[in-house]
């Protein structure tokens, strides 16, 4: 079981830089970017509340469950 963060992919759409969100959300560059390569162990609700804030999105969009199976394949 694993938890894909498609953090990348969300901003792509949304055409916003590390920077901007880093700014926007008020978190640092390198702890977004732990969570944006899905190296983090964890999030605190209030943080996913502000990415999704600032992104418009929806904690889903971000964060996605994956079975052992899917999760050898997608990588």
Same mark, same amino acid.
């Given at each position: 079981m694993a938890i894909i963060v498609n953090?990348?992919?969300v901003m792509a759409k949304r055409k916003m830089s590390l920077n901007e969100l880093s700014e926007k959300v008020g978190l640092t560059l390198a702890n977004?970017?732990?969570l944006k390569t899905g190296k983090a162990k964890a999030i605190r609700? !209030? $943080?996913l509340e502000s990415i999704c804030n600032v992104l418009?999105?929806?904690?889903?969009?971000?964060l996605?469950?994956?079975d052992d199976?899917? !999760? $050898?394949i997608a990588r």
């Open positions: 953090l990348n992919v977004l970017s732990i609700f !209030s $943080t418009e999105c929806q904690p889903g969009d971000i996605e469950y994956v199976q899917q !999760s $050898t």
